[in-house]
């Protein structure tokens, strides 16, 4: 085969799989992207909160993973609410922000929010990265996984 037939071939793949490729949810996107970027606001609100009630209200069962501990299996939302409680008790969160927000595919998203926080007793600000899963559920985002990153 010849080399421009091989380049064009390549470069006819690339543009196939670039424009196969998932794109980030933009405001004003369309209806789910909406509601996404609405439900990833939501959720860094009520983190902010410590309202762990909130962020799991409406979820089918949640997976949690807490820093490098091993991921749960899906808990009921009180269980999963309790278990952050109990992670994030001892800080005083000064920002949460939604970085980015992403449909996977049809049935499934995830958002990515950084918290600015301090620990009980210092001064000292800390980062974590949340990941938040979502799947759609009634044409609605459902949150299913919760990822905190040290």
Same mark, same amino acid.
């Given at each position: 085969?010849?080399?421009?037939?091989?380049?064009?071939?390549?470069?006819?793949?690339?543009?196939?799989? &670039?424009?196969? $490729?998932?794109?980030?949810?933009?405001?004003?996107?369309?209806?789910?992207?909406?509601?996404?970027? $609405?439900?990833?606001?939501?959720?860094?609100?009520? &983190?902010?909160?410590?309202? #762990?009630?909130?962020?799991?209200?409406?979820?089918?069962?949640?997976? =949690?993973?807490?820093? +490098?501990?091993?991921?749960?299996?899906?808990?009921?939302?009180?269980?999963?609410?309790?278990?952050?409680?109990? #992670?994030?008790?001892?800080?005083?969160?000064?920002?949460?922000? =939604?970085?980015?927000? +992403?449909?996977?595919?049809?049935?499934?998203?995830?958002?990515?929010?950084?918290?600015?926080?301090?620990?009980?007793?210092?001064?000292?600000?800390?980062?974590?990265?949340?990941?938040?899963?979502?799947? &759609?559920?009634? $044409?609605?985002?459902?949150?299913?996984?919760?990822?905190?990153?040290?």
């Amino acid at each position: 085969m010849s080399r421009a037939l091989l380049l064009g071939a390549a470069a006819c793949w690339a543009a196939t799989a &670039w424009a196969q $490729a998932p794109a980030p949810a933009a405001e004003g996107a369309g209806p789910r992207s909406d509601s996404l970027t $609405a439900a990833a606001r939501r959720a860094a609100a009520a &983190w902010q909160r410590h309202d #762990f009630a909130a962020l799991v209200a409406g979820s089918p069962g949640l997976m =949690v993973r807490l820093g +490098r501990a091993a991921p749960s299996a899906p808990m009921p939302p009180a269980q999963a609410a309790l278990a952050l409680r109990t #992670f994030a008790a001892d800080a005083r969160e000064l920002a949460t922000e =939604v970085t980015e927000v +992403r449909e996977v595919d049809a049935t499934r998203a995830y958002a990515e929010v950084q918290r600015t926080y301090t620990g009980r007793g210092t001064s000292a600000r800390r980062t974590q990265t949340l990941y938040l899963g979502w799947r &759609w559920v009634a $044409a609605a985002p459902r949150l299913v996984e919760v990822r905190v990153v040290p």
